[in-house]
């Protein structure tokens, strides 16, 4: 059974920055699929906040935090990373991690960011 974990959520204040890493375990190839981050506020509508080719060739990323967010992976470690610098207030969500083939997606169960002073 397909599991992904993330980590590295938590508080943080403005301006500061954190490092999401997501683990995915083993039974499929991790590097067949694409990755993604998304993020989902309180009374929001789930959001991609990055995504990832399975190569790690090809990044996107949403309007709202380009150039502060950075997704990366490491397929030799079934990996994927979000580095997030300048962090915002209106960054606060929960953060999912998703890996997808076709018609084939999986989801963590999401980690907390919080940015407040």
């Known amino acids: 059974q397909v599991q992904l974990v993330e980590s590295g959520g938590g508080l943080v204040q403005p301006g500061g920055s954190l490092r999401l890493s997501c683990g995915a375990s083993?039974?499929?190839?991790?590097?067949?699929?694409?990755a993604g981050w998304y993020r989902q506020a309180p009374g929001k509508e789930r959001e991609l906040v990055a995504g990832?080719?399975?190569?790690?060739?090809?990044?996107n990323y949403a309007d709202s935090v380009k150039g502060r967010f950075t997704i990366s992976r490491d397929n030799a470690k079934n990996t994927v990373y979000l580095q997030m610098s300048s962090l915002k207030p209106e960054d606060t969500a929960v953060y999912y991690c998703n890996v997808r083939k076709n018609y084939v997606t999986y989801w963590g169960q999401g980690t907390q960011v919080t940015v407040s002073s």
């Open positions: 083993s039974g499929f190839t991790f590097s067949d699929y694409r």
């Open positions: 990832i080719s399975s190569a790690g060739r090809n990044t």
